[in-house]
């Protein structure tokens, strides 16, 4: 009996000490956390058009996905994000729901949005030099209105074989 507890001390101590080989390695390969990023900014939203689709997928990221905020909390968050004339927005009822509702029907207007991009393309000044700084600034200014255009399902055939 002594003999077997003698093996089964041994057995005990071998395995306690792969163990903690095996704890040293897997804390060599952890990430170090000790490194702080910092918070980030939650998102506002001024009341342009162009600026809704980023503010909304920002703002559903941060905001509206955690689960560690209750719905008064997550309307706070809401009605803090809201500058300038999107200050002024209000909702049939002061709940969150009906105020990212009242939102989306507002900024979501694909008429409204196809009319301002299509607007700001033909407001483009002409190419007085033909540089390429100049050439490239306005192909960029270009696909970043017809990006929005083709997420809106607005984009010409034309369109897609010159901005590809």
Known sequence: MKEDTEKFKVSILVFLSKYKEQEKETAKLAPKSHIKLPDLPSPTFSGKFQEFENFKTQFMSLIVNNDS??????????????????????????????????????YENKRALADMHIAEIFSINKLHIESPTQIRSLSDTVRNHMRPLKNLKLESKESQILFQ
Request: glycine share 0%.
């Open 69 to 106: 905020l209750n719905e008064s909390q997550k309307l706070v968050y809401l009605k803090s994000a809201f500058k300038k004339e999107a200050a002024l927005i209000q909702s049939e009822q002061d709940k969150f729901d009906s105020l990212l509702n009242t939102l989306e029907n507002r």
